[in-house]
C-alpha cells in the first residue's frame, strides 16, 4: 500500500513483537544485508547490536534505524516495536532520513510508544493518511532527540576539557593527558574545543593561569616570581609577556593600581 504517492513510500511492516522464550537460546543472528528501511524501539534492556560494525549496547529506550543496504546482527530477548517501510528511489529515501540517527537512546520514550501504537492501528486499518501523519511525527521527534543529545554531548565534552584544565592549570599538561582523563583522542579534543569555545586548550590554559594570577595581584604582597611559578609559568619572563599581551600592562603596573592590601591598609 502506496501512502505517499510523490515519493513513493510504502509502510510494509508494523507491529509489537513480544518477548519470546525462545529468543534466550538465540546467541547472535546472522549477518544481513538490509533491503528497506527499518525502525526498531526496544522496550527493555539487554543485548546489542552491530550495524556496518559498530556495535551499540541496547537499552530501554534505544531506537535502531536501519538503511538499505546497512550490514546487520545482533543478539537480544527484549520486546520491540518494528516498523519496515521503502521508498521507491532509494536515493530519495536516503536524502530524506539522512539526518535520522542509525542508533539512539531516548530517556523517556512514552510518547513515542504512544505514536507506534497509533501508527500500528492505522496500518492495520489500512488508514493511509493517519499512517503517514504517524511515521513522520515519530521521525522528527527522533531527530529532535538525536540533535538534543548532540548539543548536550558537545556542552558536556567543553564542559569536562574546561575542568580539567582549571583544576591543573599550574603543571604543565598535554593534549594527551587531557585525552586520557576524559578518554577522548587528543585530536577530536583539539578541534572540538576550538570549534566549540573559539580558542584552543592551551590558549584556555593560559587564560586560567593569568586570571588566577590577577587574583595573586590584587590579592596577595607575593613577588612576581612566586605568582608565576604558582599559576604553572615556566619563569617570571613568560608570565610577564604573556600578562602584558592580555592586559596591557605588566604585573607589577596592575598591582600598583588594583592591589587590594594596599587600598585597605
Known sequence: MTYSPGIGLKIKRAIFVQEHPCFKDTVITKERTVTRFELVLFLKDGGYSVINGKKHIIHAGSVRFHRPGDKVYSYRFNEVYVVHFQVDNVEIGREMFKNIPSFITI?????E?????????AYIAQDGFECMNSLWYLLGRIKEQYQMQER??????ITQIKN??????RRQITLEDIAQAIHMHPVYIQRKFKKEAG???AEYQKNVR???AIIYLRTTNLSIEDIADLCGFSNSSHFIRAFKAREQITPLQYRQRNNVLDILS
Do not use: F, M, Q, R
Open 107 to 111: 530517556p523517556n520514550v512514552d510518547k
Open 210 to 212: 593569568l586570571s588566577n
Open 113 to 121: 510508544i504512544s505514536i507506534l501504537k497509533k501508527l500500528i492501528v
Open 199 to 201: 580558542i584552543s586548550p
Open 164 to 169: 580539567y584544565i582549571d583544576e591543573n592549570y
Open 152 to 157: 548536550n554531548n558537545k556542552t558536556k565534552t
